[in-house]
């Protein structure tokens, strides 16, 4: 199953993956919503999954994906920071973290390669995670992104793009103050006074993630 809500990409998708005598796409979806009717409807083995999907946030649908149907394995393709993303989508449940830039040679082996039950990481991404497991973690240097959670990670990339509490408030389904309140818990974390320098901090955030 592929859910990516640019067409382009899905085309280039499920072209290449159809070509193969092994695989098959069974299913398409753009938003999180459809993604769990598609899954429900076709049973995929595999689900390619976008984190940044239609009014929906691909980390909460592996979460998703991952209590409601436990035996799918979910590859993530993303644009977004693999050393950023990538170890939040392997505790929401992803199996797999491939970035669209190096996606032409490392799609179909990954694929398979979940699809087996393996998992598939970069090497840089998988000597991270060993390092956190290996040693305490006030030796493992940590980023102020790092500190946030999954929901204030993508509060702050919508302050970034330019939303408004409200804007954010109605793309979450969540109450204008509850927006506030992750405004204050961001602050704290990231060490900043004011709500002028929360936006000057996203907005650089978001500028230096996408130039990576």
């Known amino acids: 199953m592929i859910v990516d809500d640019h067409p382009m990409i899905c085309d280039w998708l499920l072209t290449l993956i159809n070509a193969e005598p092994d ?8 938003s999180r919503s459809q993604a769990l009717q598609v899954a429900a409807a076709t049973n995929p083995q595999v689900a390619i999954v976008d984190l940044a999907l239609k009014q929906s946030n691909g980390l909460d ?20 920071d693999e050393m950023i993303y990538a170890e939040r989508a392997l505790y929401a449940g992803a199996r797999g973290y491939i970035t669209k830039e190096r996606s032409s040679t490392s799609i179909l082996p990954a694929l398979r390669l979940v699809a087996a039950g393996g998992i598939s990481f970069s090497e840089k991404l998988t000597k ?9 973690q006030s030796a493992v240097a940590t980023t102020p992104v790092e500190q946030l959670s999954d929901r204030e990670l993508e509060i702050l990339t919508l302050i970034g793009t330019g939303y408004t509490t409200g804007q954010i408030a109605k793309q979450l389904s969540i109450a204008p103050n509850t927006v506030d309140t992750y405004r204050v818990r961001m602050r704290q974390k990231l060490a900043l006074t004011k709500s002028g320098e929360l936006l000057r901090y996203a907005i650089h955030w978001v500028h230096s993630n996408k130039a990576s």
Not at 23 to 30: D, K, N, R, S
Not at 61 to 79: G, M, N, Y
Not at 129 to 136: G, N, S
């Open 23 to 30: 695989l098959i796409v069974c299913g398409q979806a753009e």
């Open 128 to 136: 991270q995670i060993l390092l956190r497991l290996t040693k305490p």
């Open 61 to 80: 649908l592996i979460k998703d994906l991952k209590i409601q149907f436990p035996q799918l394995a979910v590859l993530v393709l993303s644009t977004s």
